[in-house]
């Protein structure tokens, strides 16, 4: 089934609720209304001219300068069954995203999902567990916004480079970055 035929076979079961498509875009794509994305992929998972059975990716995109300012969630898609791809997004307001969850859809979700919170701060309602994944649990903001800033410090700890090691390392010193750097262990003894 091509991605023409996918579009279509989605736009007669939700009718409005698929708000805009490109078929011939690299990665074929339907728009669908926040409120639907759980029926949709449902039902594009289990109708079997789609067998879309297979979330391969769920990821966030931040869009501040857009009017108005909107987060996209992109589910790509595959079909194990008839080896189509097809992707659907969601678009959600900066000040309030929330979608619901397709944990029940694809359990596979449930990560990426909580990856999409962390990073982004988008909510995604009835999910069994909405925790962050990479932060810490009290880490405050959401670092894939493009507004974000990197706090001075975390826990007491500083988590930007000083002005004196920026200084250093501009001018082409090599200062280290961490246990994997390539300064020789106890060089401090030496």
């Known amino acids: ?5 996918i579009h279509q076979k989605l ?11 490109d078929t011939n875009a690299l990665d074929p794509w339907a728009r669908v209304a926040p409120e639907a994305i759980a029926e949709v992929g449902g039902f594009a998972k289990s109708d079997p001219d789609l067998a879309l059975d297979n979330l391969m990716c769920l990821s966030a995109v931040d869009y501040p ?18 080896h189509h791809t097809f992707v659907l997004r969601v678009d959600l307001p900066r000040d309030n995203p929330v979608v619901p969850t397709v944990e029940g859809v694809w359990s596979v979700a449930n990560w990426h999902e909580r990856e999409a919170f962390d990073l982004f701060g988008i909510t995604f309602s009835g999910h069994s567990d909405p925790r962050r994944i990479l932060l810490p649990d009290d880490w405050e903001g959401h670092p894939m916004r493009k507004d974000w800033v990197d706090p001075d410090f975390y826990n007491g700890m500083h988590v930007k480079p000083t002005q004196q090691m920026m200084d250093r390392a501009l001018a082409g010193e090599d200062i280290g970055v961490g246990p994997f750097a ?9």
């Not at 089934?1 to 035929?5: F, G, I, L, S, V």
């Open 11 to 21: 736009a007669e079961r939700f009718g409005d609720r698929i708000l805009a498509a």
């Open 1 to 5: 089934m091509d991605a023409a035929a």
């Open 65 to 82: 300068k857009d009017d108005p300012p909107r987060f996209e969630v992109v589910y790509h898609l595959f079909s194990y069954k008839h």
């Open 182 to 190: 390539d300064t020789p262990p106890n060089r401090h003894l030496d």
